[in-house]
């Protein structure tokens, strides 16, 4: 694995002088975004969606006890076997134990965030048992050594010749590098894993509980080939990814597709319930459900940050983030990146130190939760982190001081009148087109990357009488 | 469903699920809670408005699959057509009595094309070596939904999963009777029915846009998916 910088801000900066993925991002991003406004429209009132997907998720984790529960009963009594992990080494432990049993040489993995999160392929590897991804992003970056970059899109940040140049090495001759030639090879390399591999991995977009079952969205078909060819199936789902009827996977059908990459629905939707039965040949003898907990019993006791449950994972906040369009997934460090990787990152992770500067990694704007489909309040979640952060005094030194001053001077009439003059008046050989570019101290931080505003030349106070005549005049509404 | 929950719980279960309740701030709750919201009841769900059948074509057209509408007694010459089209040497199908019924197999023999038929209980080295290098897998279908423009196929020992997936191409045979406006009815139906281990919704070909965003099909399942609708039996 590439290992990133520790903080924030120097992936960031490592991931700003890269131009190929900051245009590969944008490009990405927006065609996900467009689609999904088209796709968005096809649904009617999205709104009345959107209040649907979050009041399935919301009831969901309001009794994810339950549900859980009947989840389990429903897949074994589906002769399927559960287990349940409370940590990520609890459940590596037991996919190992499952890949002992069986003798594996090979693992085909179908995309799963969750596997990443839990680091499964190392401790594959570590006993010998060689993990193969078989999307074709997460194959590129596989084969790279690499972290994925994007929720949907994994190896976005890769470009057509890296690809051919992996791709030669691993043919032992040149690839040509046309995405018709470089995807027929994949096609090839990776056929001959589907048919070798011994245990098919899957995560899980989501389980049914009334009936066991999981549901996996997919392009691509590796999702089918997965829990088609193997012998074996398991299914690793963080424990929060359940809702109670085949109804309402219908509402997820509607909303994640059209969320994430703008497609009414995924070419294909696969549902699994057991193992194979009576006289089917194909498809997998053993079917195992790994529920992992790995700090998701922290977020749902935090009423601050509960709601970041209902993600399903869509990626459409990444899409509409002004910060993930620079920066790409690899800056946030960690397995999930964009406003719900800020989110979830310090909780799951329980570490402050090493995580908590993430949530600084927005502009607050909101675009994130307006955008996300079941509705989670993410900047809200973002400033809701950064209060804690500074009460548990991580915030740099600098800025704490800077702060108190910003504090003095705005709880005082007096003071903030005085600051404000001094302001206009010492700004002026510093402002550029109203906006402070210079390194002023104490604001390096924000000017080395962007502009400060400039303090107008009249403060809004003084404006706003002019201002409320000139409404009046106009028959706008009277605000005074 | 099940009512009466506890039941064979293991230690590991009542542990984990107490834990989980312990995060909520209560006890284990033990009797299924009320629904607030149920599925897309009440929703404007998308579904055909008018002729289920035209707007399947054209949704299903629209994500690149490839479609036509052919009375029963047509049917089978014009899959030998297509597969001739395409180049197809080897057939693999379901052992569904509709393709039968069809005369399926005579027609595509007649044109010089080997017919494999899948059957429960099959030597699973023998269909597999054969699924994966036929050209062409043939299959039915258990619904339609003309909105937004699926297949829904259901496992079993003669409808096995790896014939619509492993083959550069797969052709379904769609009676037009099961063509259905939207996914509710097929959501509601196969939970009732109780589901088979597998049910897949197939909405087009396989695709992916992994490498610098360009569409590319057929990279892991089939690149080239036909529906033939088949009118009157
Ligand atoms: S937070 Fe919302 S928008 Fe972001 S991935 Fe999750 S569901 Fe999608």
Known sequence: MTVHPATMKERAAEALHNDFLREAVKITTDKFFAGKALAQRSLGDWEAWRERGRAIRAHVLAHLDYYLGQLIDQVKSRGGKVHLCETAEDAVQVIVDIARARNARSVIKSKSMVTEEIQLNKALEAIGVRAVETDLGEYIIQLAHETPSHIIAPAIHKTKKDVAELFSQVAGKPIKDDTDTLTNFARQKLREEFLTGDIGITGCNFAVAETGSVALFTNEGNGRMVTTLPPVHVVVMGMERVVPTFEDLEVMMNLLPRSGTGQKLTSYVTVITGPRREGEVDGPEEFHLVIVDNGRSRILRDPEFREALQCIRCGACLNVCPVYRQIGGHAYGWVYPGPIGAVITPLLTDDLDRWGDLPYASSLCAACAEACPVKIPLHDMLVRHRVRYVAAGKTPPAERMAFRLYKRAFTSPRRYRLAFKTAVTFQRPLVKDRHLSARLPGLAGWTAGRDFPAAAPKRFRDLWPGLAAEARQMGGADHE | ?233
């Open chain 2, 1 to 233: 469903m099940s009512e009466e929950r506890s039941f064979g719980r293991t230690e590991e279960e009542l542990r984990f699920l107490a834990r989980v309740a312990n995060a909520l701030g209560r006890e284990v709750e033990t009797s299924p809670p009320e629904q607030p919201v149920r599925g897309v009841r009440g929703l404007p769900t998308p579904e055909a408005a008018g002729n289920s059948l035209e707007q399947f074509l054209a949704n299903w057209r629209a994500v690149g699959g490839e479609a036509d509408v052919v009375r029963a007694r047509e049917a089978a010459g014009r899959v030998a057509e297509i597969a001739r089209e395409w180049g197809v040497g080897r057939v693999v199908r379901w052992n569904d009595p509709l393709l039968d019924e069809l005369g399926l197999d005579p027609a595509l023999q007649a044109a010089g094309i080997s017919v494999y038929v899948w059957r429960a209980g099959a030597n699973r080295d023998e269909a597999i070596r054969e699924v994966d290098r036929a050209d062409l897998g043939v299959t039915t279908v258990y619904w339609v939904a003309a909105e937004p423009g699926s297949l829904a196929l259901l496992s079993g020992g003669d409808t096995p999963r790896a014939v619509s997936l492993l083959p550069p191409a797969h052709l379904a045979l769609v009676p037009a009777s099961r063509v259905v406006p939207g996914l509710t009815a097929i959501m509601r139906e196969t939970a009732l029915r109780g589901l088979s281990a597998s049910l897949n919704f197939i909405t087009g070909p396989s695709r992916t846009a992994d490498i610098e965003m360009e569409l590319t099909v057929g990279v892991h399942g089939p690149g080239r998916v036909y529906a033939l609708l088949v009118e009157d039996r």
